[in-house]
């Protein structure tokens, strides 16, 4: 007897860099299930999308997340075009919004403009469960009014997406981080507490005490955590508009019924933001247990030589709700129908059949080889079919198909001509 030749295993010459990933078509489908109910979500609320460029100027990420931020220090991705220009990829999508936002006025249609974008981020950290460089966010962006209302209803719009993904075990977290006025006061005062124990704190954290102590208050390092126990809270600084704005958002989201904690600790990693700041986490992602988060950047627009224009937003992390809802996977798309069939005629109206059912928005598979009927079910059964037809060629001579329950194993002859009455009342 003739030994059977092993099939030598491929050498993988080329590898994804560190940090990035593939999405195959195994998890796709949940990737465009999330993708496809946020536009839902977000289009019951009035938002548009706006898709921005991967790439911008470094300089409206220095200008918007700040020079002493781990992002604009550590983590950006820049280098020199051909064309001598620094370049980033983009590691946020609210400044490239807002520049598109500020050059092509769209500031002179009427208030607020609300905006969603979808796509890759990239940031140089080190990978790890939660965190890779190139990631993808979901987000959202409405400018043009200051009032809590809408700061409320971007929560509760957040809210009705993550219960329409059925997420469950989520936080919402608030608070506010004042503004220009009642900074400069909440500054004093953290830097007078910091200044003793300066010296427990990390060597970045060191830097960021002269530049800008607030920085302090993000750092993740644990000896930086437990260093700045006791440090004051910057609620207890805050003037009479953002105490007022604050109060109002409160009663908002009350009035919507949405649960929600009070970090006074939270102050977000990107200086553009003003008072209303928030996170919703998931305690099971462990370290990385940020799901979403965003808030408010009244002064932004400005800042990139735009009209005065508040705006608030947030970003939701893609990888992050995937993990979440990878264990419960279930079938987002119907399953499919597969045609069985034996015979050189049978093939063809086979093919010719599929097309039809294809053209009227089912998901049909076929074989495309000549094999037996046997090793075509196992096909179907490997695809997750629900039903599948079988067609032979004495079948086509009556004009009939057999059509089969997969699950049941229960099979029935029914004309061709009535398959579309059948599958419309019978297959979802």
């Not at 798309?333 to 049978?346: D, T």
Request: with cysteine; charged share 30%; net charge positive.
């Amino acid at each position: 007897m003739t030994k059977k030749k092993e099939r030598k295993k491929p050498q993988v010459r080329f590898k994804s860099l560190k940090g990035v990933q593939d999405i195959l078509p195994s998890e796709i489908e949940l990737w465009q299930h999330i993708e496809e109910t946020s536009r839902k979500v977000f289009h019951s609320y009035g938002y548009k999308e706006l898709r921005i460029p991967i790439i911008e100027t470094t300089d409206i990420f220095i200008r918007s997340i700040g020079e002493t931020t781990d992002i604009v220090e550590k983590e950006m991705y820049t280098f020199t075009d051909k064309g001598g220009r620094s370049i980033t990829l983009r590691p946020e999508g609210t400044a490239p919004l807002v520049r598109a936002f500020i050059e092509h006025h769209l500031y002179n249609q009427s208030p607020p403009q609300k905006f969603y974008y979808s796509g890759p981020m990239f940031r140089y950290e080190r990978p790890q469960a939660g965190r890779l460089r190139q990631f993808y966010q979901i987000g959202v962006e409405a400018l043009g009014t200051e009032d809590p209302k809408l700061d409320a209803e971007v929560l509760s719009m957040l809210k009705l997406l993550l219960q329409r993904l059925d997420l469950k075990g989520l936080s919402f977290e608030i608070n506010s981080i004042g503004c220009i006025v009642c900074r400069p006061d909440y500054r004093t005062s953290l830097k007078g507490f910091l200044k003793n124990k300066l010296h427990l704190f990390c060597g970045d954290c060191q830097k960021r005490y002269e530049i800008n102590p607030m920085r302090v208050l993000d750092c993740k390092v644990h000896s930086c955590i437990d260093a700045r126990g006791g440090v004051p809270r910057i609620t207890e600084y805050l003037c009479d508009d953002c105490r007022e704005h604050f109060e109002s958002v409160k009663k908002h989201l009350n009035t919507l019924r949405i649960p929600y904690s009070i970090n006074p600790d939270m102050v977000r990693g990107l200086d553009y933001y003003t008072k209303t700041t928030f996170e919703v986490t998931a305690s099971s992602l462990g370290a990385q247990k940020a799901v979403a988060a965003g808030g408010r950047y009244d002064g932004l627009v400005e800042d990139f030589g735009g009209p005065s224009t508040p705006g608030i937003g947030f970003a939701l992390g893609m990888e992050r709700i995937v993990s979440l809802l990878k264990d419960g996977l279930r079938k987002i798309e119907p399953s499919p129908l597969f045609i069985a069939s034996h015979g050189k005629e049978a093939s063809e109206a086979a093919l010719t059949l599929a097309e039809g059912l294809r053209s009227k928005g089912l998901v049909v598979e076929i074989s495309y080889e000549d094999a037996s009927l046997r090793s075509q079910l196992r096909k179907a059964d490997n695809i997750g079919a629900k039903y599948v037809l079988i067609l032979g060629e004495e079948e086509l001579k009556k004009g009939k198909i057999i059509l089969r329950d997969m699950e049941t194993k229960k099979q029935k002859e029914i004309p061709i001509k009535e398959i579309d009455k059948f599958l419309s009342g019978s297959y979802e």
